[in-house]
């Protein structure tokens, strides 16, 4: 058997969207399915406006643009995250200033947040890993207190919610990337999301090369083409009117897994849930016992010859030639050292998960 860790699931109206796009010639960054695709999405998440973009990197350039921040200007990141989240930091010419995570729940510190705030912030990006909402109310408030935005990393969690509210409705903005591994799809693809209706307006003015939106040609700022197509909105309507049914198949994932884990007694632990939050389990990722690189390695290399794909966790920002800093952040290496993400795609059945189970319980004897 062979099993991948992610792989899309495109059983609803994609073709049909994508055809209709096709006949019509409306294939490029104007036509009704960016509208749709936006409308749909804002009203999902549950906020005023949801903004196209071409991927989930650039929806995290856009708002650091038009919140205005740069050079001189300090923006706190988990260190534990994918690289887009520092990267973006460092496109706007600010210092990215990097915090730990929590121990169980592998979110963002806040304790740690606190003590990194100096009167350079402008900004925490907080990244709801792997799915699981980070508890927002503790970093409203600092942030409140500060005078600092707050920009939510959803590129991980779409679906998951913090008390009862969808993650990217909570802080100043939301980033969602619609890569063809994450729980709804457009091939590439990015969102972003605020109630904020001045925010809202500079990045529509940025993501669209800067243009004038009353006066055709004009450009009253250096913007960017940062634009998604008619045929990638096509294809995330379609996926979003599928939302609910990706997030019961990965809460299906997630729920076996867990229970296979303790009933095997699996030396392994996993992500702890906070209160109040629900987890859209982007990806199933468990910790060895042993907090050891070339272990973690061989586990993963093991599973692969027997044909089942997983991938280690991200490693620690920090670590990282562009982003080095010589810093311990100790339950961030720790949780990099020892993590793998098991494969988790809305298609996965239950015989392909039985064996991924059976393939780790034989792998780690
Ligand atoms: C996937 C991802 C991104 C970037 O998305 P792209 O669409 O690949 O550019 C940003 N942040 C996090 C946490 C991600 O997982």
């Known amino acids: 058997m062979k099993v991948p860790v992610a792989k899309p699931a495109l059983i609803g109206n994609e073709k049909q969207y994508v055809m209709e796009c096709l006949e019509t010639e409306w294939i490029s960054s104007n036509g009704k399915y960016i509208a749709k695709?936006?409308?749909?999405?804002?009203?999902?998440?549950?906020?005023?406006?949801?903004?196209?973009?071409?991927?989930?990197t650039v929806a995290l350039h856009l708002p650091l643009l038009a919140m205005?921040?740069?050079?001189?200007?300090?923006?706190?990141?988990?260190?534990?995250?994918?690289?887009?989240?520092a990267n973006a930091v460092k496109y706007v010419g600010a210092d990215a200033v990097f915090v730990d995570c929590e121990q169980d729940t592998w979110n963002i510190c806040v304790k740690d947040v606190e003590a990194k705030i100096t009167p350079k912030t402008k900004a925490i990006i907080v990244v709801h890993l792997y799915g699981h909402p980070v508890v927002m109310d503790p970093i409203m408030a600092l942030a409140k207190k500060h005078n600092i935005y707050v920009i939510e990393d959803c590129a991980e969690s779409l679906g998951a919610t913090y008390s009862g509210l969808q993650t990217g409705?909570?802080?100043?903005?939301?980033?969602?990337?619609?890569?063809g591994n994450k729980?709804?799809?457009?091939?590439?693809?990015?969102?972003?999301?605020?109630?904020?209706?001045g925010l809202a307006a500079r990045m529509r003015l940025l993501k669209g090369q800067g243009m004038d939106p009353n006066r055709r040609y004009w450009h009253t700022v250096v913007g960017y083409n940062y634009r998604m197509t008619n045929i990638q909105a096509a294809i995330g309507l379609a996926q979003l009117e599928n939302v609910e049914w990706h997030?019961?198949?990965?809460?299906?994932?997630?729920?076996?897994?867990?229970?296979?884990?303790?009933?095997?007694?699996?030396?392994?632990?996993?992500?702890?849930?906070?209160?109040?939050?629900?987890?859209?389990?982007?990806?199933?990722?468990?910790?060895?016992?042993?907090?050891?690189?070339?272990?973690?390695?061989?586990?993963?290399?093991?599973?692969?010859?027997?044909g089942v794909e997983t991938r280690p966790i991200f490693y620690p920002m920090h670590l990282m030639p562009p982003h080095f800093v010589s810093k311990t952040f100790k339950n961030a290496e720790e949780i990099a050292a020892a993590g793998i993400n098991l494969p988790t795609f809305s298609q996965l059945s239950d015989d392909q998960l039985d064996y991924v189970i059976s393939t780790l319980e034989k792998v780690l004897n």
């Not at 695709?37 to 989930?56: D, M, P, R, W």
């Not at 409705?169 to 890569?179: D, E, I, K, M, N």
């Not at 229970?259 to 987890?279: A, F, G, M, Y």
């Open 37 to 56: 695709f936006e409308e749909a999405f804002s009203q999902y998440i549950g906020v005023k406006h949801a903004l196209t973009c071409s991927n989930g």
């Open 68 to 85: 205005g921040i740069g050079p001189g200007d300090e923006v706190i990141v988990p260190t534990l995250t994918y690289i887009a989240t």
């Open 169 to 179: 409705s909570v802080g100043h903005v939301g980033t969602f990337s619609f890569f």
């Open 183 to 197: 729980t709804i799809t457009t091939g590439e693809g990015g969102m972003v999301t605020t109630n904020d209706d």
């Open 247 to 306: 997030l019961t198949q990965r809460r299906r994932i997630a729920e076996k897994y867990s229970q296979e884990i303790e009933k095997r007694k699996l030396p392994v632990t996993i992500q702890k849930t906070s209160d109040n939050t629900t987890h859209s389990y982007w990806m199933f990722t468990v910790l060895l016992d042993k907090q050891d690189e070339k272990y973690r390695d061989l586990i993963i290399s093991k599973m692969a010859e027997l």
